[in-house]
């Protein structure tokens, strides 16, 4: 646990101007520095007793006199891999819910293969008159990995645009979190699993979605095992690239396992010019842009976890580093 009047805020993010013009309004009995993490020098984490960002800046062996992290990502395993952070060093996340807007770009992609929307975007360049046979996405069947506040997301949305819905978590239990009016608590998955089940599950899938957190029990989960198994489904990856074994895609989409993926993360970020990946008109890309922490989402969240620290309390955003979130 941090003292509980951390005095100095070392702010190392993207959008480090935003959040400490508005913490300095919000509380500015505070220092705070603001800086992006490639520019984060071992002065700043000599000042700080708070630091509050994603990663840990570059070529940062030690967080300094730095005791309390506040991620401002829904994920913290960059935080849990080597160097791993001091056991003493208090480790938030960010509350805010990446749901809804992580399943607009779940939504998307799916109604862009749906629809062939490449195909007809190509066949639009070359000047041709192509019909296609369009199948509805009602009907078809999705298989949701992660069922917390992404993946439950995700499958509301799916769910309202009549696909069937099966679940895949830890417990195999999916929780009751929908936000909203009555009708929105409602499971939106038809049946939940265990994870152990997967291998067996994919192979009914039309659509898998990725969106489980990095941990030690998640990495390597989508194996090229697994990926065998499936039946010309289309992949969606907004979890953590090292959940999906990304050297086997090529093979799964060239033997059509899969016949198209849609990728948020990647095992090495940014994506290396030499993959594959870029090249493939099977796969869409995107750099890690589909649920963004805003401003107002990191102040928030960050001002929360603040309250608690004044007054002794263990945050309620305090991540279990046993469990990995």
């Known amino acids: 646990m941090p003292s509980p009047t951390p005095h100095r805020v070392l702010v190392a993010t993207r959008a480090h101007e935003g959040i400490v013009a508005a913490l300095r309004t919000l509380r500015p009995d505070l220092e705070y520095r603001g800086a992006a993490l490639t520019d984060v020098t071992p002065d700043d984490l000599a000042w700080a007793d708070v630091f509050v960002g994603f990663e840990r800046p570059p070529g940062a062996a030690t967080m300094g006199r730095v005791r309390w992290v506040h991620s401002t990502g829904a994920g913290v395993d960059a935080w849990l891999v080597p160097p791993n952070l001091d056991a003493s060093i208090l480790l938030t996340r960010t509350p805010e819910s990446f749901g809804p807007v992580i399943a607009e770009w779940a939504v998307a992609r799916i109604l862009a293969f749906q629809q062939q929307l490449g195909a007809l975007a190509d066949a639009q360049r070359n000047r041709q008159w192509a019909p296609r046979a369009i199948a509805r996405v009602a009907g078809t069947r999705a298989l949701v990995v992660g069922t917390g ?59 898998i979605v990725l969106a489980i957190p990095e941990t030690a029990s998640s990495r390597g989960l989508v194996s090229r095992d697994v990926l065998s198994r499936c039946r010309s489904a289309v992949l969606l990856n907004a979890g953590r690239g090292a959940v999906l074994d990304e050297s086997a895609l090529p ?73 990995g979130y």
Do not use: K, Y
């Open 149 to 207: 506040d992404v993946g439950g997301a995700v499958a509301r949305a799916l769910h309202r645009l009549g696909v069937q819905v099966t679940g895949v978590s830890r417990t195999g239990i999916a929780p009751n979190n929908a936000p909203g009016n009555a009708q929105d608590h409602a499971s939106p998955f038809s049946a939940t699993h265990r994870v152990e089940a997967l291998a067996g599950l994919v192979g009914d899938a039309h659509w």
């Open 251 to 323: 093979e799964a989409l060239d033997r059509g396992w899969l016949r198209g993926a849609a990728l948020d993360v990647f095992a090495e970020e940014p994506l290396p010019p030499s993959s594959p990946l870029w090249s493939d008109p099977r796969v869409m890309i995107s750099p890690h842009c589909s649920g963004r922490t805003t401003v107002d989402g990191a102040v928030s969240g960050f001002l929360e976890c603040l309250a608690a620290v004044e007054r002794g309390e263990t945050p309620r955003w305090a991540v279990d580093r046993a469990r």
